[in-house]
């Protein structure tokens, strides 16, 4: 079993910064990738970044330029600095791990986080 815990969402005001942390901890071999996805009420989640465990990272054009996505491969924990920070930003923002939790033979698990929701609001 892995868990996953964020913390660090909140309140802030438009143009203002905040950084997202995420733990990964349990039946941990290694993680190929992290991630973190937003989700807003009535709408799919989406993908907002992730970093593989070489550290190629993906991003969501919406945020490209805004957002760094980063990991500790020995701690297992992923963090999110959003800058420049817009009201279209606020969501429930997810931690997302691809885990190998077990290598003879190889069983990947995908875990989530419970979700931080940041508002982006004046």
């Known amino acids: 079993q892995v868990q996953l815990v964020e913390s660090g969402g909140g309140l802030v005001q438009p143009g203002g910064s905040l950084r997202l942390s995420c733990a990964a901890s349990?039946?941990?071999?290694?993680?190929?990738?992290m991630g973190w996805y937003r989700q807003i009420p009535g709408k799919q989640r989406e993908l907002v970044a992730n970093?593989?465990?070489?550290?190629?990272?993906n991003y969501a054009d919406s945020v490209k330029g805004r957002f760094t996505i980063s990991r500790d491969g020995a701690k297992n924990t992923v963090s999110l600095q959003m800058n420049s920070l817009k009201p279209e930003d606020t969501a429930v923002y997810y931690c997302?791990?691809?885990?190998?939790?077990?290598?003879?033979?190889?069983?990947?698990?995908?875990?989530w986080g419970q979700g931080t929701l940041l508002t982006v609001s004046s």
């Open positions: 997302n791990a691809q885990v190998v939790v077990q290598l003879i033979p190889v069983r990947l698990l995908e875990a």
């Open positions: 349990g039946s941990i071999w290694s993680i190929n990738v």
């Open positions: 970093i593989t465990s070489d550290g190629n990272t």
